[in-house]
C-alpha cells in the first residue's frame, strides 16, 4: 500500500467547472504538499500545509490531520491547469512520499 | 535567484554506454535529493543527501548506478552501463524547512 493514495487518477472537466482532487496519507507528517507538473516540465510547488486552509488565486488547498486527509479545488477551472497534480507528504526527517498524481484535462 | 537547475534537460543514448546527469541546488538548502519519475507514476526516491552525506540511498541501483555531492552543494548521479529500463524522467529538488523546490528534470532515453 503506498503511503499517499490520491484520486482521482484521471480528471477531464469543461472550463469554469470547479474541481477537486483528493488525498489520503498514511503516515505521520510535518507538512504536505501540492505539487503541479506539466507535460515535459519539471515540479512546481503550489502549496506547503500543516494545518487548516491555504488560498492562492483560484486554488485552494485544505488539510484534516485528525482525518489524515487533503484536497485541492481549482475554481473556475482554466485549460492552462490542465497537467499532473501531485500530492506528496514529508516528515521531520525530511523524507517525502509522493502520491502517483492526477492527471487533470480542462476542456474550452 | 535561480531555482534548483538540472543539466542537461534531454539526454538520448544508446543502451550499455554511460550518462552523467547535473543538479545544482538553491543556495543554502542542505538537502538534496535525487528522484527517478516514469510515465504515469509518482517521483521515486533514488538518494538523499544531506550536506555531503548520502544519508538515504538505499533504493540506488549501485551496480549501475552513483551518485556525488563534493562539497555539499551541486550533484551528479551517473548511470554506468545504462539500460532501456532506465528511461525516464530524473528530478533534482532540494530542500529547506520542509519545503521542496524541483528541478526542471532531465528526461532520459536509452535506446
Known amino acids: 500500500k503506498n503511503e499517499v493514495e490520491q484520486s482521482p487518477q484521471n480528471l477531464t472537466a469543461q472550463e469554469g467547472e470547479f474541481i477537486t482532487i483528493n488525498c489520503s496519507y498514511s503516515?505521520?507528517?510535518?507538512?504536505l504538499h501540492w505539487l503541479q507538473q506539466h507535460p515535459g516540465g519539471g515540479i512546481v510547488s503550489l502549496f506547503m500545509l500543516s494545518s487548516g486552509k491555504k488560498k492562492h488565486g483560484r486554488l485552494i488547498a485544505t488539510i484534516n490531520i485528525q482525518e489524515k486527509h487533503s484536497s485541492l479545488h481549482i475554481t473556475a477551472s482554466h485549460p492552462r491547469d490542465s497537467a499532473v497534480y501531485i500530492c506528496?507528504?514529508?516528515?521531520?526527517?525530511?523524507?517525502?512520499?509522493f502520491g502517483t498524481g492526477t492527471s487533470l484535462t480542462v476542456i474550452p | 535567484e535561480a531555482g534548483v537547475v538540472q543539466s542537461p534537460r534531454y539526454k538520448i543514448i544508446e543502451k550499455k554506454q554511460p550518462v552523467a546527469f547535473w543538479c545544482n541546488p538553491i543556495?543554502?538548502?542542505?538537502?538534496l535529493y535525487w528522484y527517478r519519475q516514469n510515465l504515469g507514476q509518482g517521483p521515486e526516491l533514488l538518494i538523499r543527501?544531506?550536506?555531503?552525506?548520502?544519508?538515504?540511498d538505499s533504493q540506488l541501483p549501485k551496480d549501475r548506478f552513483s551518485a556525488e555531492r563534493l562539497k555539499g552543494v551541486d550533484s551528479t548521479l551517473k548511470i554506468q552501463p545504462a539500460e532501456l529500463g532506465d528511461s525516464a524522467v530524473y528530478l533534482c529538488?532540494?530542500?529547506?524547512?520542509?519545503?521542496?523546490?524541483f528541478g526542471q528534470g532531465t528526461r532520459l532515453t536509452v535506446v
Open positions: 529538488a532540494s530542500s529547506l524547512d520542509s519545503e521542496a523546490f
Open positions: 543556495s543554502g538548502h542542505n538537502t
Open positions: 506528496a507528504v514529508s516528515n521531520t526527517g525530511n523524507q517525502f512520499y
Open positions: 543527501y544531506e550536506n555531503e552525506e548520502a544519508v538515504d
Open positions: 503516515v505521520g507528517i510535518s507538512a
